[in-house]
């Protein structure tokens, strides 16, 4: 089976306290790196593209023999840290024969940092975005390293296969009860939680992955359902969302899947000062 997610992303300044640190047309030059894992690829195309004329395809395989994991994303080192707060955005779009039932987990976005030293975790993400079947789910994670605790946000929204999504992240990265996280569906706030811990007790930097990561093959013990091929694509979004949104990074996902592609047309990674938001 193979898998394959179309992704475009786009980030966008919404203030004047914004600075612009990361942009991407959907090329592979200025990635810091590429996650590719087992027969996952990801490539830059010109045949598959949101507003083109190139575009990242992330492309996982399934495979029965196999006990890894299913990465294939593009890397930005260094887009948060304990204390920042920033924005994140991306639209998806899958494709209009998507199998939803029964339901998997397809993750398409997280922030994540290596803890290698601590001889507790490697790799960890913190917040990650995903699908279960056709409900979109989110989570952050605090605590220490060594003690972790999960807040899951889950069913915020339906997912339509066929149709254009967006999404939207407003964080205040904090682990002192201050923090904020908040996610909008297609222009509507369905999350939006206030005086919270955010993240890890550590002040490492978290990269930014984008693209396929088939995490429930693995999780899960093998795929579920009897769809070999997916596909999903990813937009940029045009303009900056409404609403009460301080940025540091929007980015712009579209389309998921088994055969899953992934088109990444335009990234911008923005800092902000921290206590930089706006309210209702």
């Not at 394959?4 to 090329?27: D, E, H, P, V």
């Not at 010109?46 to 507003?51: G, I, R």
């Not at 009897?226 to 979004?237: F, I, K």
Request: hydrophobic fraction near 35%.
């Amino acid at each position: 089976m193979q898998l394959k997610l179309t992704l475009a992303a786009a980030l966008f300044a919404l203030s004047t306290q914004a600075t612009q640190t990361f942009s991407n047309t959907g090329t592979l030059t200025g990635w810091d790196s590429k996650n590719q894992e087992h027969s996952g690829t990801v490539l830059e195309v010109t045949n598959v593209y949101y507003e083109g004329p190139t575009a990242l395809k992330m492309t996982q395989v399934y495979d029965s023999s196999y006990t890894g994991r299913y990465h294939s994303e593009v890397v930005k080192n260094n887009v948060y840290k304990r204390g920042d707060t920033g924005f994140y955005g991306f639209t998806f779009r899958l494709q209009e024969s998507w199998q939803f039932s029964p339901a998997q987990s397809y993750n398409i976005a997280q922030f994540i940092a290596d803890f290698s030293d601590t001889g507790c975790d490697d790799y960890m993400p913190s917040s990650m975005v995903w699908l279960v079947g056709d409900q979109l789910y989110t989570r952050v994670k605090y605590g220490t390293i060594c003690a972790q605790k999960i807040t899951t946000f889950p069913s915020l929204a339906t997912v339509t296969a066929g149709v254009w999504h967006k999404i939207e992240i407003q964080s205040s990265w904090k682990t002192d009860g201050t923090g904020y996280y908040k996610l909008w569906f297609d222009g509507t706030k369905v999350l939006e939680q206030y005086d919270i811990n955010t993240t890890i007790e550590d002040d490492r930097a978290f990269q930014f992955r984008v693209g396929l990561y088939a995490n429930g093959w693995h999780d899960d013990g093998g795929m579920k359902g009897t769809q070999g091929t997916r596909q999903a694509q990813l937009l940029p979004m045009p303009t900056p969302p409404s609403g009460d949104i301080s940025p540091k990074a929007q980015m712009n996902i579209c389309d998921v899947s088994p055969q899953r592609f992934m088109d990444t047309r335009f990234v911008v990674v923005e800092e902000q000062e921290e206590d930089a938001h706006f309210s209702d």
